[in-house]
Antibody, heavy 119, light 108 residues
Framework: EVQLVQSGAEVKKPGESLKISCKGY????????IGWVRQMPGKGLEWMGIIYPDDSDTRYSPSFQGQVTISADKSIGTAYLQWSSLKASDTAMYYCARFEGVAHWFDPWGQGTLVTVSS | EIVLSQSPGTLSLSPGERATLSCRAS???????LAWYQQKPGQAPRLLIYGASSRATGIPDRFSGSGSGTDFTLTISRLEPEDFAVYYC?????????FGQGTKLEIK
């Protein structure tokens, strides 16, 4: 079974750094893009960016470029999303999803990582 | 930048009724890059339709997608209680993905 398993919920203070993870199982991790999607409380889905783990080719949404860093370690089949200095407005659920690079859909999705930033 | 506008924002229907959800793109897009997702409270989104009209694995045949150019539709032929959720359309092109703002399908 193809699945993505994300790291657990985080509670951080403004200004702190954070790196959350997404590990792929049941498929060749290097052959598919991985995408990250933000969902703020009570809101819709926002695409943040995608990464191709084989060569770390990365594409960012203009809205998130410079605000986060997407990376991957293909040796352990894991993608990451990181912040160097969190803000309260980063409080959200973050999903990773496998991205079909030819036909352009996201499937499957990870279970989500809730990030709470509060002083 | 392509913008996807979904309508209506909220749709109130009863089980057994037919649901028609719309997704309109700000400019013509490739049908092969249009997908639909279902999200239930507390759950991750689930792929329903890809390529505008192909059902994903395990999706019941009461779900169907259609459309081309700028206008796309997700139809649920006979609503089951488990279909009440939020639905999103999504497009990818020019190295960017975009989601619509969602349609909430609620029980009337």
């Amino acid at each position: 079974e193809v699945q993505l398993v994300q790291s657990g919920a985080e509670v951080k203070k403004p200004g702190e750094s954070l790196k959350i993870s997404c590990k792929g199982y049941g498929y060749s991790f290097t052959r598919y893009w991985i995408g990250w999607v933000r969902q703020m409380p009570g809101k819709g889905l926002e695409w943040m960016g995608i990464i191709y783990p084989d060569d770390s080719d990365t594409r960012y949404s203009p809205s998130f470029q410079g605000q986060v860093t997407i990376s991957a370690d293909k040796s352990i089949g894991t993608a990451y999303l990181q912040w160097s200095s969190l803000k309260a407005s980063d409080t959200a659920m973050y999903y990773c999803a496998r991205f079909e690079g030819v036909a352009h859909w996201f499937d499957p999705w990870g279970q989500g990582t809730l990030v709470t930033v509060s002083s | 930048e392509i913008v996807l506008s979904q309508s209506p924002g909220t749709l109130s229907l009863s089980p057994g009724e037919r649901a028609t959800l719309s997704c309109r793109a700000s400019q013509s897009v490739s049908s092969s890059s249009l997908a639909w997702y279902q999200q239930k409270p507390g759950q991750a989104p689930r792929l329903l339709i890809y390529g505008a009209s192909s059902r994903a694995t395990g999706i019941p045949d009461r779900f169907s997608g259609s459309g081309s150019g700028t206008d796309f539709t997700l139809t649920i032929s006979r609503l089951e209680p488990e279909d009440f959720a939020v639905y999103y359309c999504q497009h990818y092109g020019s190295s960017r993905a975009t989601f619509g703002q969602g349609t909430k399908l609620e029980i009337k």
